[in-house]
């Protein structure tokens, strides 16, 4: 895994040493890049199960004012540590908490986030992490949840709608908003 652009473009990352993590592929976190570009620049990115903490590191390079990592995993989380040292992160661009994320989302009042990606092991249940999510969106906010092209997520889920699909591989990318009345 390597860093695709910004400012620590090129840098390659410490990948996780089991196969029970799926981290994003080089090529969806382009063109998930691609397509959120026009957002990136002083966001406040969250990155929910953040495994190695690839598409985070990311938002960063290309910008990003701040990111959260947040994944269950102590080895994901010192990975994630091990990764933001490597590219000599700042402590004050960067917050990283060892919890599950419905956990988190429940407890913390850290929000809002600007975009919120949410990558969990595919047969998790996204509904209810989605839900809780939206009510930390930025009214103006993004969130993305990747999932396998199979499991087809809801049009709509409380406050957020989807606004587009994308499809690589095995993989989607399911982007939600915050409903206008």
């Known amino acids: 895994m390597r860093i695709i652009a910004g400012a620590y473009k090129g840098r390659n990352l410490k990948s996780p040493p089991s196969m029970n993590v799926r981290p994003t592929s080089d090529r969806l976190r382009e063109t998930l890049f691609n397509v959120i570009a026009p957002r990136i620049e002083d966001s406040r990115f969250l990155d ?61 009042d850290s929000g809002p986030w600007d975009i919120i990606y949410f990558d969990p092991p595919y047969k998790d249940d996204y509904l209810k992490i989605l839900n809780l999510a939206g009510s930390h969106l930025a009214s103006d906010g993004l969130l993305i949840a990747e999932h396998h092209h199979k499991n087809a997520l809801p049009e709509t889920i409380g406050t957020l709608s ?12 399911s982007f939600y908003q915050k409903t206008t009345s």
Not at 83 to 100: A, G, K, M
């Open 48 to 108: 929910l199960c953040a495994g190695s903490g690839a598409v985070g590191i990311e938002a960063l390079s290309r910008g990003a004012s701040h990111a959260t990592f947040v994944d269950r995993s102590r080895r994901s989380c010192t990975l994630i540590e091990s990764n933001l040292e490597l590219c000599r992160i700042s402590e004050d661009e960067q917050t990283i908490y060892c919890s599950e994320a419905g956990e988190f989302l429940r407890q913390t």
């Open 162 to 173: 989807r606004t587009r699909v994308l499809k690589q591989g095995d993989s989607s990318l």
